[in-house]
């Protein structure tokens, strides 16, 4: 049996939570991890949905992805409402027989095992490259440089370029550059007070 696809999505209904996957070829499974509901996305046309499956899975799992359905449960049966969506309001679900159930929760368990095992891969892989790349005082400098903006008044970041160095002139004041004094310092003198 194929893996699920996903994505995933808790739905509730009533006091409890029910996971719901989509798979390749237009089906649409919710389970509760004792029981199972299925779905074909091409049964659509009987709930008057003039859209064609691929286009109803599409917007299912955009509905799924904004929290924009709602299961409803009935004896043997349930049925999967798009909230926003008028022109296919509803995909009906069939409780699968006992063994196809824990088939397809056998699949379900093993598929997420999978896709966690490949993600816990990737990020290990990504901190083995990130720390094999950067001495440890670069690691933090880097890390730290991602979150402080750079204080070089030699490079403005939003206009992407470099701005020339600013050079002190003699007699410039510091306070408010561009002003020169007009006569040359002497010092302080201490004698007419």
Known sequence: MAEPAGPFHVLRAGPGRFLCYCRP???????????VWAGDLGGCPAFGCPCPPEEHGAMLRAALGRGAAELSLGPRSATLRMLEEP???AVALAQLPAAEARSQLQALVFGMAGCIETLERRL??????????????????QSQQLFLPDPSPRKNRAAGSALPAKRKVPGESLINPGFKSKKASSGVNFEDS
Request: net charge negative; glycine share 6%.
């Open 87 to 89: 022109r296919c309001p």
């Open 25 to 35: 070829g237009g089906a649409v499974y919710v389970t509760d991890a004792m029981e």
């Open 124 to 141: 290990e892989a990504a901190v083995e490259t990130l720390a094999s790349s950067c001495s440890p005082q670069k690691n933090t400098a």
